[in-house]
């Protein structure tokens, strides 16, 4: 069964930065394409960042390029997004999901970033 | 982008009668491989997104029968026949076929 754990949320300042991690069980995250998706009240769900199965395919929504870095630990079975330079806009529950059938399939329970001064 | 617009946003049902979610893309979403990657995602209170229908009609396993797609190229519908309790929450489609993909605004499922 497909289990997808989000972690590595909290509290930063703008201009900060912080690691989100994706522990993936029951299936192997390198074999898989992975998705990062958010969640605010005012803008509802927003795409964020994918990774394809073998890493070289990557693609972010434009408001995250030069800041935002996706990538994988195979020996951990876990993916990351490193965020930098963070953004009050950038506050949002992150989600991270497993590509299936060419599209966000299993989902996360998601990890709370909060950016403020 | 891909604009994804949905109506109505709000949608107040009676139990056991039918619902209906639209869901509108601005530009055709028929990849070059010739699927169309519009999907429609379930949302209860408080819990993560769950996918119910990929690629226009197909339903994972586990949604009942009960929740239907369709559509093509920039019309898509979602159909609920005979709205259950359980299926309060909110409704997004979300377009897979260009990039960045997109959702739409949801639709809030509640009962009368």
């Known amino acids: 069964q497909v289990q997808l754990v989000e972690s590595g949320g909290g509290a930063v300042q703008p201009g900060g930065s912080l690691r989100l991690s994706c522990g993936a069980s029951?299936?192997?995250?390198?074999?898989?394409?992975m998705h990062w998706v958010r969640q605010t009240p005012g803008k509802g769900l927003e795409w964020v960042s994918y990774i394809g199965y073998e890493g070289n395919d990557q693609y972010h929504i434009d408001s995250v390029k030069g800041r935002f870095t996706i990538s994988r630990d195979s020996s951990k079975n876990t993916m990351f997004l490193q965020m930098n330079s963070l953004k009050a806009e950038d506050t949002a529950m992150y989600y991270c999901a497993k590509d299936t059938m060419g599209c966000l399939g299993d989902w996360g329970q998601g990890t709370l970033v909060t950016v403020s001064s | 982008d891909v604009v994804m617009t949905q109506s109505p946003l709000s949608l107040p049902v009676t139990l056991g009668q039918p619902a209906s979610i639209s869901c509108r893309s601005s530009?055709?979403?028929?990849?070059?491989?010739?699927?169309?990657?519009l999907n429609w995602f379930q949302q209860r209170p408080g819990q993560s997104p769950r996918r119910l229908i990929y690629?226009?009609?197909d339903r994972d396993s586990g949604v009942p029968d009960r929740f239907s797609g369709s559509g093509s190229d920039t019309d898509f519908t979602l159909k609920i026949s005979r709205v259950e309790a359980e299926d309060v929450g909110i409704y997004y489609c979300?377009?897979?076929?260009?990039?960045?993909?997109?959702f739409g605004q949801g639709t809030k499922v509640e009962i009368k």
């Open positions: 690629k226009v009609s």
């Open positions: 530009q055709s979403l028929v990849h070059s491989n010739g699927n169309t990657y």
């Open positions: 979300m377009q897979g076929t260009h990039w960045p993909q997109t």
């Open positions: 029951g299936f192997t995250l390198s074999n898989s394409a």
